[in-house]
């Protein structure tokens, strides 16, 4: 009895916790409305950005745009250099059948330093970019992604007037604003892969916003007051309870986890930039209100956001991110028994499946190869920055998440002699020729590739 009593009083404790620290930031989500949402949209998603391609000039004064307000709202830059960017060189096709070049362009990084912890980061993220001009359309991108840009700079600015007034997070918050995510997730691919200005061991949750502001068509409840959550429990099922928390002492909104399945057909968590949070083991939260007919589209413009909803959604994150930034631990990770069950090739097994692949029957050709002792896979005429790497699975077997294909390679050694014959003698040389195949698996049907020969 006497432990159930205690253990009902550390629940109290922490709900009524729970509720004052969320009750406090109430004041702040406030400063987050429709007028200034729509304020930022209309400006970021009109014709003078061209639709934000990465790397080209409407690109470029996107990111000015976004330097700028964080340096109105007094939000400090968050990379080395003080300049709020993360330059970066990315390569790519532009086009497809283009081949690939050399781009220019950057993220726009700014932080808001925690007061206790400040070496814990809440890295809160969205992309910049859009696909930019077609055949004389531009492609404002208003709910792709315009919508998370613009939600970011509002939650920004709430932390912010909370730090005035003496109410700054106990964990740093980091605002990222990602390029290149429409030519593969590359901006975020670059911060956690090749320079992850806040050390990812010390990033203890990516909020993901991608496409906020609409409602979807196909979905069967009719309800306004929702938006889909995808990941939240995958590495973390504290991060889960934390964000259903978050909800309930706020907004109440309908958190709906329809496509929160790793396996689901659209496979959606693995198209926005928080997949490169997810892969190196960091929790994660998607926050999407679902795709719709001006989805890539030059009619995707800012006469259809719902703002209402905008709003609402957007005080949500700010919420659930005060939740995790000012709690007093730390969010737990789930116990993976299986984490370091793959099978793992050696560096000699791997290299023996790089190559040229073609198959008679498949359009694309493959190129395979080594990248910091993963094998990646990417069609010939492709950059290495749009490469895919793949997982192991068992031995010569493979898999690619993001796009749910699965690849196993067989080697078959062929083995021949030559005999010569001298005055001295018969001298016998043998010698092994392996035959490289790759069986890739799309939907359940499998389409066999030969390795083109050097």
């Known amino acids: ?45 009109s014709d003078e950005f061209e639709g934000r391609d990465t790397g080209s000039e409407g690109q470029r004064k996107a990111v000015e745009y976004l330097r700028e307000q964080y340096k ?4 400090e830059a968050g990379d080395p250099d003080k300049d709020y960017f993360q330059p970066m060189t990315l390569n790519f096709s532009p086009r497809r059948g283009e081949p ?9 990084i700014s932080i808001i330093k925690g007061k206790e912890i400040p070496d814990e980061y809440i890295v809160i993220t969205s992309h910049l970019d859009h696909v930019g001009v077609d055949n004389g359309q531009i492609y404002n991108g208003a709910d792709d992604d315009g919508s998370g840009t613009v939600a970011m700079l509002e939650i920004a600015e709430a932390f912010k007037l909370a730090e005035m007034e ?46 906020i502001g609409r409602i979807d068509p196909t979905r069967v409840a009719k309800n306004r007051d929702y938006i889909y959550l995808i990941g939240t429990d995958h590495d973390s099922q504290e991060l889960h309870d ?11 909104m309908t958190l709906d986890y329809r496509f929160n399945d790793v396996n689901d057909p659209n496979r959606f968590y693995y198209r926005s930039d928080h997949y490169n949070f997810a892969k190196n083991g960091i929790p994660v939260i998607f926050y999407f209100s679902g795709t719709h007919e001006d989805y890539h589209q030059p009619t995707d413009t800012v006469d259809k956001i719902e703002f209402d909803l905008l709003e609402m959604r957007t005080q949500l994150i700010f919420y659930t991110a ?33 190559g040229i692949y073609v198959s008679e029957t498949f359009p694309l050709d493959f190129k395979l190869f080594l990248l910091d002792n993963k094998l990646c896979w990417v069609p010939v005429g492709g950059s290495d920055e749009q490469s895919l790497m793949l997982d192991e699975i068992g031995e010569g077997k493979f898999e690619s998440k993001i796009t749910g ?50």
């Open 1 to 45: 009895m006497k432990k159930n009593l205690l253990a009902l009083s550390a629940f109290l404790l922490l709900f009524h916790f729970s509720f004052g620290q969320l009750e406090g930031a109430i004041k702040f989500a406030k400063s987050i409305n429709q007028d200034d949402l729509k304020r930022h949209l209309i400006i970021y998603s």
């Open 72 to 75: 109105a709202i007094g939000v």
């Open 100 to 108: 690939a070049k050399d781009v220019k362009t950057e993220n726009v």
């Open 166 to 211: 003496g109410n700054g997070p106990r964990r740093s918050v980091v605002f990222l604003h990602v390029t290149g995510e429409e030519k593969g997730l590359l901006g975020s691919r670059y911060y956690t892969d090749k320079d992850p200005i806040y050390p990812l061991e010390n990033t203890v949750v990516n909020l993901n916003m991608d496409m």
């Open 242 to 252: 934390v964000s259903e928390e978050s909800n309930k002492k706020t907004l109440n």
């Open 322 to 354: 005060w939740n995790i930034a000012n709690r007093e631990n730390r969010l737990s990770l789930n116990n993976e028994e299986d984490n370091n069950s793959s099978y793992k090739h050696s560096e000699e097994e791997l290299k023996s499946f790089e």
């Open 405 to 454: 294909l699965e690849l196993e390679f067989r080697l078959k050694e062929i083995k021949n002699e030559i005999k010569t014959v001298s005055q001295r003698g018969t001298v016998v040389k043998k010698f092994s020729k392996f035959d490289k195949k790759m069986i890739l698996t799309i939907s359940g049907n499998k389409i066999n590739f030969e390795r083109k020969e050097d």
